[in-house]
């Protein structure tokens, strides 16, 4: 499977985003979806994860900002981004574990302004 996030972009602080992660094939079997950012000089972070039923986990920096979700008939995985402050901006990826590998696909920048 491949993976394209898209939806980032120039946002301001306290808006929302959308960022969306089109997997090229079914994802319904696959069981664990993530997403990570990677801040200018900064390590790349798990920020929200969602498994094939539909459980969800979050980094404490994002709860209750963050929603992450998946719709598995259009083979797609989102993250909603709520009350953006200039921390978040980062490179944000989206990456699946399927078929015994762990598969990225390309990031997708997200800046915040103050």
């Known amino acids: 499977v491949q993976l394209q996030a898209s939806g980032g972009g120039l946002v301001q602080a306290g808006g929302p985003a959308e960022l969306s992660c089109a997997a090229s094939?079914?994802?319904?079997?696959?069981?664990?979806m993530d997403w990570y950012r990677q801040a200018p000089g900064k390590r790349r972070e798990l920020v929200a994860r969602?498994?094939?039923?539909?459980?969800?986990f979050y980094a404490d920096s994002v709860e209750g900002r963050f929603t992450i979700s998946r719709d598995n008939a259009k083979n797609t995985m989102y993250l909603q981004i709520n009350n953006l402050k200039p921390e978040d901006t980062a490179v944000y990826y989206c990456?699946?574990?399927?078929?015994?590998?762990?598969?990225w696909g390309q990031g997708t920048q997200v800046t915040v302004s103050s």
């Open positions: 094939a079914n994802i319904s079997a696959i069981g664990i």
């Open positions: 990456a699946a574990a399927t078929l015994g590998s762990y598969v």
């Open positions: 969602i498994t094939n039923v539909g459980n969800t």
